[in-house]
Structure formats: structure tokens, C-alpha cells
């Protein structure tokens, strides 16, 4: 279970800021560094998947909803949940990303805010969701200071969706290297590390 923990004490102010600047750097580009429109059409569609099903065991009816999407990159996830609920919202700590998900779908809701400082009233969100972005918290007490923020601004019945890469899957280590999307200072979480956070 730790094999995937950072070798050495991390300073996670420059870690984040670090993050923050090279998805800046690479906004513009993202869909190449990722491998390409296949790819990332791919990735799109088994995080919406994930979500989709979920949402609808758990609520009735989803144009009544308002989602949060933690990491919302160029905006694509965020902008199908956006036409089929009230409305959601796509947070991403990269100014430059949200500039690139206003362009590609002006119709949707992009906010530029780290994860556990949402700008956003308590209880003003029906569900919130994250697909392949919490190994980028760093630390286990930073991914608690998110949780904590997701709940805060969730209503009571709603639903925290959260899906990352799973660092035991040998295909990870391959597709870790063919692209060009993470530093190399990112942190893959163990079930034993986020589950009592869950619990919490």
C-alpha cells in the first residue's frame, strides 16, 4: 500500500503552484500531450459514464440538479452534465484551462478556484465530482481539506463522486509514460489512506 507514497517530504504550497503552472503551460495543447482526440474522447466518456450511472441510481430527476465538477481541465465532462441538469459547474485551479473550457463551450459554467476554497454558498450543490484529478492533492491532509470543502457546499441526499487512477493497474505505469499530462510529483492514494476520510 505505500509503495506509491512520496519518497520524501513535499512542500505542498510549491507543489501545487508547480501543478497550477504546468497545466497553464500545456492548456492549449492538452488534448495532444493526452495522446490525441481518441484518447481524450475516451477518458470523456467512461469518467461521464461513471458519473451518469451513479447520479441516476441516486437521484430522480437530473435536470433538477446542480453538479460541481473538481477539476475540470477543458471542460468537456463539465459541459455534457451542464446540458443534462440544472446546471453544473467546472472548477479547475488552471487560469488557463478555464480559458480554454470557455472558448470550447461558451454555454457552460467555468470558474477558476482551488479545490478546498470553492467560491461557492453552503449547500448549493446537489452532487459534486471529480474523474482523474485527487492524485494531484499531493497530500492526504489537503485531499481531507477538499472532502471537507466538498461536503461543505453540498445539500443534505446529496452525492460526492469521485474517481481516480489506480496506480495497481499495470497498464497506469504505460500510460503514465506515453504522455505528458503529470509532473511526476503526483500522489496515488491508498484505500487505507482515503477511506477513513470518507468515513469522516
Known amino acids: 500500500d505505500d509503495r506509491f507514497l512520496p519518497k520524501k517530504p513535499m512542500n505542498e504550497e510549491r507543489a501545487l503552484l508547480e501543478q497550477q503552472n504546468h497545466f497553464d503551460s500545456i492548456a492549449e495543447r492538452y488534448v495532444h500531450e493526452l495522446g490525441g482526440e481518441a484518447i481524450h474522447e475516451y477518458y470523456q466518456k467512461m469518467g461521464s459514464d461513471y458519473v451518469l450511472a451513479a447520479l441516476r441510481a441516486h437521484f430522480d430527476d437530473l435536470q ?14 463539465t459541459a455534457f452534465f451542464h446540458e443534462l441538469t440544472q446546471k453544473t459547474i ?34 448549493s450543490a446537489d452532487f459534486v465530482f471529480s474523474f482523474g484529478t485527487f492524485h494531484h492533492l499531493l497530500t492526504a491532509e489537503h485531499y481531507q ?5 466538498a461536503f461543505r457546499v453540498l445539500r ?11 496506480p495497481w493497474n499495470p497498464l497506469t505505469t504505460i500510460i503514465s509514460r506515453s504522455q505528458k499530462i503529470d509532473l511526476g510529483n503526483e ?8 477511506l477513513p476520510l470518507y468515513r469522516d
Open 187 to 194: 500522489r496515488f492514494f491508498s484505500r487505507r489512506e482515503v
Open 156 to 166: 443534505p441526499g446529496g452525492a460526492v463522486l469521485i474517481s481516480d487512477i489506480n
Open 90 to 123: 467546472g472548477v479547475d485551479f488552471s487560469s488557463e484551462m478555464i480559458q480554454v473550457a470557455r472558448q470550447r463551450f461558451p454555454q457552460g459554467v467555468f470558474t477558476e478556484a482551488w479545490f478546498h476554497q470553492l467560491p461557492l454558498a453552503n449547500n
Open 64 to 77: 433538477k440538479l446542480v453538479g460541481v465538477e473538481l477539476g475540470c481541465g477543458i471542460g468537456e465532462t
Open 145 to 149: 481539506r477538499v472532502l471537507a470543502e
